[in-house]
C-alpha cells in the first residue's frame, strides 16, 4: 500500500526554489501533496521548478513568484501575491534562499560581509516574520517554519567568516522565533546543511570536494533530497512535537 501523503492540500513556499536544496525541497514537499509556492528571484529557475512539479499529477497548483527576499517591500508584495493567487498563506515555508561572497577575514571587503548578512540572515528574518504574522492574522492553529542554516554557523570555516556569521544567526533566530510562536502553533526548526552537492558548491574544485568526502563518516558529499526528506518531515505532523531544533544533515562531519 502507498504511504498516506502528509502535506496533502498544505501550501508551501519554498524561498530560492529555483535551484539546489529549495528545488529538491519543491520537489519532495509537492510529492507529499502541497501546493507549492516557489519563490526565487532568478525567474527562469523558478518557472523550471515549477514545470518539473506539474509533472507529478498530483493535481495541486504550484506557481512561481519573483521576489529579493532581503527587501521588505518584495517581501510584502510577495505575500499579499500569494495570498490573491492562492486565498490562505502558506501553512509550511522553507527559507532556503542563500548566498556566499567567500574571502578570508584579512580580505574581506565590508561590501561582501553586508551582501550576505543582508541575504540570508536579514531575509530569513523578513520571510520568517511575513509568514507568522500572515499566520497568526489568519487565525489558524498550524505552521511549520523551516530555515537553513549550516553547519558552517555552528563551527565556522575557512573563508567564510561573513556566511558563518550569517548562518549562526539565522539559527538563534529559528530558536527565538520558535519560542515566541509556540503560543500560535507554529512550529519553527532549522536544518544545517553539510557539503551538498548544488551550483552553490559545485564553484569548488574537484581536489577539494574528493578531500572533504573523505573527512565525512558516511563516505560521501550530500544530495540535495537528503536535506529534502528532512524538511519534508519537519514540515509534516510526524514532527509535531519539535520546534526550534537545528537538525544535522552532515553524513556526520564535524561530530
Ligand atoms: P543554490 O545557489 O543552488 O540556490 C540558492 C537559490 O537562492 C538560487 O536559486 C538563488 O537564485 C536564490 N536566491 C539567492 N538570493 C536570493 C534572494 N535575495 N531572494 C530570493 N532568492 C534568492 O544554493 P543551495 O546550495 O541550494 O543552498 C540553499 C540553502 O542551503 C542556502 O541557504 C545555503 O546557505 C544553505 N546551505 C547549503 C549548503 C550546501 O552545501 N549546498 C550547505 C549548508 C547550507
Known sequence: MAAPLRLMRRLAMVTGGGS???????????????????????????????QMLSCDQSGQKHMAFVADISSSENVEKLMSQIQSCFSRPPCISVNSAGITRDEFLLRLTEEAFDTVLKVNLKGTFLITQAVARALVASGTSQGSIINLGSIV????????????????????????????????????????????????????????LDKVAGMIPLGRLGDPSDVADVCAFLASDDSSYITGASIEVTGGLYL
Do not use: H, W
Not at 539559527?171 to 502553533?185: S, V
Open 20 to 50: 539546489g536544496i529549495g528545488q529538491a525541497v519543491a520537489q519532495r514537499l509537492a510529492k507529499e501533496g502541497a501546493a507549492i509556492a516557489v519563490v526565487d528571484l532568478n525567474e527562469s529557475a523558478a518557472n523550471e521548478t515549477v
Open 153 to 208: 554557523g555552528k563551527v565556522g570555516n575557512l573563508g567564510q567568516i561573513n556566511y558563518a556569521a550569517s548562518k549562526a544567526g539565522v539559527e538563534a533566530l529559528t530558536k527565538t522565533a520558535a519560542k515566541e510562536l509556540a503560543r500560535y502553533g507554529i512550529r519553527c526548526n532549522s536544518v544545517l546543511p553539510g557539503f551538498i552537492n548544488t551550483p552553490m558548491t559545485q564553484k569548488v574544485p574537484q581536489k577539494v
